[in-house]
């Protein structure tokens, strides 16, 4: 038992020393001379929905779920910080942040501005949501920065910039994300959830504070472990929602318990700082939704301060408001040079032995891949406000709804099920605004009629609208390729029927049209789903689009119905394609081998379904299998009915090979002759509810990986994974594939690559093996903080990309995974013909497929000057072959006139001089407008341009269209 401190009133002075027991003086031994100084932040974490709403939690509603309401909480701290010059505090969410702003006259304006100018409110991280580091899109991070990060500097110019990243509350964390706020001028990082054993290893080491390098060592941060969590230390939370003790310092009080107070916070002190070197320990005040009476909760901290202060040279602590900014500050310049090195991520996280969080890599499936297309919507829809020249149609909605799934509690589908239910309701009414401006803009480029187009937002389930009205009609398809290179893309259109014909509107020359029937299996996704597909290869020029005309016809030419194929034999079935030769069990239906053409090589790949039992609880351990953590019943997957071959179905173009795996669980398999990848389409659910159940897609080859994997880190660096032997053999070698995986035979020099069309979880735990969670649902809740189990029951339809090649083609696998990202966007018309058939908006300086023009914001208007947030990329690293590009931005669209420019730190909100830390060796620009894009770097640009003579009446045409079909204006 530990030694309590035993303390004496001094009545005559009104104030207390210690008399005897453990000296409260640090161990000069462990953490040197000198008196410690504990940089004391308030702060409150505002998750942007797990257990209610957004707009639940910001209006404080439905309180009988949770106590909280944000905007009272900033509230009483802004009127708390005001009152106290000497009080800090800091902020994350911009979401909430930002409306409390618009809530809020100017006598609050001022106030904050105020305190932000004196220095007292600092904003952490800067993005719009304290984003997930698993399941997100690099893209859609950078994203969320840029709309916290320049709402910012839009209202507080530099005065709010922030300097850290605070990433407190996530499960896990990457390198792209160290990376990428480093690119975005953070310089430090905060976080507080890592494998248990690293933490406990590091706080023996002391080395909870280290320089964490990317993968590629192109980028640096420091970063520090928070000791015990964010919240403040256990017994010492004064909110009105706690139930600790406050602080009685009246002696005359029998409710008087400074003495003891006291004694504990010390303890707690002690022991933080014998784990920290600098000198300096931070120490947390707040926590989920804190300060909901900043007044109460300061008024204690205070007391705390005022007491251990006045005793400072005794007690060896020294108690200061401050922010994680002044705490970084103060501890790089005393041991910056003495830190350790880090270059690895922070995945799986496990709080103990039987509890790995990564179940939630794959948790809400449905959720993680409609976040992905919406992402592509967003982008298209952004392309299209810039190529029409509109300043008033702006993608915001989207942008916001996306921002607020990249949420750490969002897209990882670790939220109440309402709540989900509200993420995919912001999605969908940004997506139906987009779609909007992405119409309207078509129409004005191909001279269609205004108002016609329509999009197809359901054909993935096999259903369409537009087509649903079209019988006896002829219909216009618009194809828009977002990508800044040609490209060739199997396009697929639900139909009523199988009368039609395709011509392409660019040449009038007829196209091959294959109809198909609709896999059965969609109908558990939708009743409603149109009995016809429509299938043809579309050529699509760079960032721009083509038209085709489905010309109905009684009897029509140049279109084929496909039928199975006989099978008259149990032979196997080989189809060839201009890149392999793939062989398919003639009975099942299963793929069976793959020999790449150029290569000769050939191995043996099939793909099997199984599910692992959620575990429930045992006699090792009680904890279950929930939304966050992965926990199976056995370390061995149970496989999933018997495959059985229902369809070959063949012609010049594609192969299909249709499965069947039982009630709930089909696969399509496809080869096209003129693509370099299989696709494998699952359609899996809903899950039967009998017991808990992971779904696994296992790919099972006779590559030699000696225990070794790859997976990606938010679709950025590869990250080598070795099998780990532990007590949870298979969860705690679950890892987030956001992209692709990667298996690698060192002896033959091949590889196999899945690529995703959505975040899943992923492991190779056999030799030659790989597997990839596509589906789960648990009947019990995991005991973190969800507190319902994770009864997802929607039937899921995904893709995966089988790419086999040598291993020194991943900048060619890093193509694929930007042509699956960017699927085209497809937009439909009755009975109307456009007056410019074809046309690309991009100039040959991007035209490069290692290329990605990643954002294009439309950002400010004057007359007919147009200034654009514009980030490119370089998608392609080093390690994988990567050259350094050359972009001139003159040149980048066509139509448009370069006026200035200036680059940005990755988020737009700061010039790039105030992110790069050694200006003389970075090359802003080559000669002229002319920049370099170095392997895998991403530079952020405000670019001006004026168009040209033929478009600049363009904008005011635009703006009557957008009043007409969205706007009040």
């Known amino acids: 038992m530990k030694r309590r401190i035993v303390f004496f009133i001094c009545c005559m002075l009104g104030a207390f020393s210690i008399s005897e027991g453990v000296s409260p003086h640090r161990n000069s031994e462990q953490r040197g001379e000198g008196t410690v100084k504990v940089h004391v932040v308030p702060h409150t974490h505002n998750d942007v929905g797990k257990y209610k709403t957004v707009d639940q939690y910001y209006f404080g509603t439905q309180n009988q779920q949770y106590q909280a309401g944000v905007q009272y909480i900033i509230d009483t701290v802004v009127d708390e910080l005001t009152a106290d010059p000497s009080k800090t505090f800091v902020y994350m969410e911009i979401a909430y942040f930002k409306r409390w702003w618009e809530h809020r006259d100017k006598t609050w304006h ?20 304290m984003n997930d580091e698993a399941s997100v899109h690099y893209m859609a991070t950078v994203d969320q920065f840029s709309a916290g990060m320049v709402w910012l500097t839009e209202n507080f110019a530099g005065a709010a910039e922030p300097t850290v990243a605070w990433q407190i ?13 480093a690119q975005s001028g953070l310089k430090g990082i905060f976080f507080s959830r890592l494998h248990f054993e690293e933490y406990e290893q590091r706080k023996k080491d002391r080395e909870l504070e280290f320089t964490w390098h990317s993968t590629a060592g192109q980028d640096k941060i420091f970063s520090s472990v928070l000791y015990e969590g ?43 700082a014998a784990h920290y070197r600098s000198g300096n320990i931070m120490l947390t005040m707040g926590g989920d939704f804190s300060f909901q009476n900043a007044h109460q909760y300061f008024t204690n901290l205070d007391l705390l301060m005022k007491y251990v202060n006045q005793n400072s040279t005794e007690y060896g602590f020294e108690m200061v408001y401050s922010t994680p900014s002044r705490y970084m500050d103060e501890v790089t310049s005393s041991i910056g040079d003495s830190l350790s090195e880090r270059k690895e991520d922070f995945f799986p ?39 029409v020249g509109s300043p008033y149609c702006d993608a915001d909605k989207l942008w916001l709804a996306m921002s607020v799934a990249q949420h750490h509690d969002a897209i990882t589908g670790t939220s109440k099920k309402h709540v989900a239910d509200d993420y995919f309701r912001r999605l969908a009414e940004g997506q139906t605004f987009c779609e909007g401006v992405i119409n309207r803009g078509l129409e004005k480029l191909s001279g269609l009629k205004t108002g016609s187009l329509e999009s197809c937002r359901l054909a993935n389930e096999s259903y369409c609208e537009i087509t649903s009205r079209a019988e006896n009609k002829s219909l216009t398809v618009v194809v828009y390729n977002a990508r800044p290179v040609s490209r060739s893309e199997y396009i697929r259109i639900p139909l009523l029927n199988s009368n039609y014909e395709l011509i392409d509107l660019t040449t009038n020359q007829p196209v091959p049209l294959t109809f198909l029937e609709v896999n059965p299996a969609l109908h558990r996704v939708n009743s409603d789903f149109l009995p016809v597909e429509g299938v043809f290869r579309a050529s699509l020029p760079a960032l721009g689009y083509s038209t ?77 299998s929930g939304a966050h953590i992965f926990r199976p019943a056995e370390n061995t997957a149970e496989e999933i009915g018997h495959p059985v071959l229902l369809k070959h179905i063949s012609n010049d173009d594609f192969t299909e090979i249709w499965q069947t795996f039982g009630d709930w669980i089909s696969l399509v398999t496809r080869v096209y002759t003129d693509k370099s990848y299989i696709e494998v389409e ?133 193509v694929l995974g930007q042509e699956l990202f960017y699927k085209p966007t497809i937009a439909l018309a009755l009975d109307e013909l456009p007056q410019h058939p074809s046309q690309t908006y991009s100039d040959t300086a991007v035209n490069n497929k290692y290329i990605n023009v990643a954002t294009i914001i439309n950002v400010d208007y004057s007359g007919d000057v147009f200034t654009y947030l514009l980030r490119l990329e370089n998608i ?33 909100d700061r010039p790039i001089e105030n992110v790069v830390e050694d200006m003389a060796q970075y090359t802003k620009y080559d000669e002229g407008n002319v920049i370099t894009l170095q392997p895998l770097q991403i530079r952020t640009f405000f670019a001006t341009y004026k168009p040209s003579t033929e478009t600049s009446g363009l904008s005011d045409k635009i703006r009557k269209i957008v009043c007409t079909f969205f706007m009040q204006c």
């Open 110 to 129: 001022n106030k904050v501005r105020k305190l932000i100018k004196n220095k007292q409110l600092e904003f952490v991280g800067g993005g719009y949501s």
């Open 169 to 181: 509350d996530t499960y896990g964390h990457s390198a792209a994300q160290a990376a990428l706020s």
């Open 230 to 272: 964010y919240g403040a230390p256990a017994g010492f939370c004064f909110d009105s929602t706690c139930t600790d003790p406050p602080i009685v310092a009246d002696p005359e009080s029998p409710e008087y318990n400074l003495p003891e107070r006291i004694s504990a916070f010390l303890e707690f002190l002690q022991e933080q």
């Open 349 to 387: 996280y496990a709080d103990d032995a039987h509890s790995y969080w990564s179940g939630y890599f794959t948790s809400r499936p449905a959720l993680k891949g409609y976040v992905r297309d919406c992402n592509n919507v967003l982008q298209t829809c952004r392309q299209l406000e810039v190529l």
């Open 548 to 624: 085709y005309r489905l010309q109905h016809a009684q009897y029509p030419r140049h279109s084929q119905t496909l039928t199975p194929t006989p099978r008259n034999t149990v032979s196997d079935i080989t189809v060839e394609s201009q890149f392999f030769t793939a062989v398919f069990d003639g009975i099942t239906g299963s793929l069976k081998t793959v020999t790449n053409k150029l290569t000769g090589n050939s191995e043996e790949i099939t793909a099997k379904f199984l599910e692992y039992r959620s575990n429930t609880g045992d006699s090792a351990s009680k904890q279950a």
């Open 682 to 814: 699952w359609v899996v659910g809903p899950l039967p509810a009998d017991h808990g159940r992971e779904v696994i897609l296992r790919y099972e080859t006779s590559l030699s990986t000696q225990e070794k994997f790859y997976t990606d880190s938010n679709g950025r660096e590869m990250i080598q994974r070795r099998l780990k032997k532990q007590e949870e053999q298979v969860a705690g070698n679950y890892y987030p594939v956001t992209t692709r995986i990667v298996l690698l035979d060192e002896n033959s020099g091949m590889q196999l690559t899945v690529l995703t069309d959505r975040a899943q979880g992923g492991s190779s735990l056999a030799e030659g093996q790989m597997e990839l969670m596509v589906h789960r649902r648990t009947l019990t809740d995991d005991n973190r903080g969800v507190d319902e189990p994770l009864q997802d029951d929607l039937v899921v339809k995904g893709k995966h990309w089988l790419y086999f090649s040598r291993f020194d083609s991943m900048a060619e696998n890093r």
């Open 876 to 908: 392609t690293p080093k390690m994988e072959g990567g050259e350094p590009i050359t972009v001139d931005l003159e040149r980048i669209f066509r139509g448009k006139t370069l006026v200035e420019f200036e680059e940005k730190g990755l988020a737009g």
